[in-house]
């Protein structure tokens, strides 16, 4: 790793870390945008975006991972269960959660291989190679009110199932 690289990394890890102070969690986008490492050579995005905390773990629970919705939506989602679960809340696999000010409803499902996604996540808790947080995904229903297990649901694709998506 080049000198460039290492400093950029070292200002990352520490803006994140007091975010995480801060605020409890960090909320990683990926998708729809530009890498903004030095001599990134990332190239176009494979799949739908998605978005993960960082810093749950900390709070002895996993990790939210969330595909297919825009930034904004991503954030008032993860932000909301990530304050519900700063007070006490834990989200349970198979129960579905609704919203206030949001129509959609939401499933947790345990994610099998948070170590392929969760890149972020791992690296700030320093988690060597084989080792990972837990996450719980996200997975929306659509505007008619279908899961994508459901026949009919609208770009099921949008929201690959739970170890079958790798970043």
Request: proline residues 8%; hydrophobic residues 35%; charged residues 20%.
């Amino acid at each position: 790793m080049d000198a460039r690289t290492g400093a950029w990394i070292d200002q990352e890890n520490a803006r994140l870390a007091e975010i995480i102070r801060r605020h409890g969690w960090f909320i990683q986008y990926v998708g729809g945008g530009t890498c903004s490492r030095p001599g990134c050579e990332c190239g176009p995005d494979d799949g739908p975006p998605f978005a993960y905390t960082i810093g749950l773990h900390g709070l002895a629970h996993p990790e939210l991972l969330i595909f297919g919705v825009s930034m904004a939506t991503a954030g008032g989602v993860l932000n909301d269960l990530g304050d519900r679960i700063r007070n006490g809340a834990s989200l349970v696999p198979g129960v579905m959660i609704s919203f206030e000010e949001w129509q959609h409803r939401i499933v947790p499902e345990v994610v099998p291989n948070p170590e392929e996604i969760l890149l972020g996540s791992n690296s700030f808790y320093r988690l060597g190679r084989g080792r990972s947080v837990e996450a719980l995904q996200l997975t929306v229903d659509d505007k008619n009110g279908l899961f994508p297990w459901d026949n009919g649901c609208l770009a099921p694709e949008m929201q690959p199932r739970p170890g079958t998506f790798k970043a």
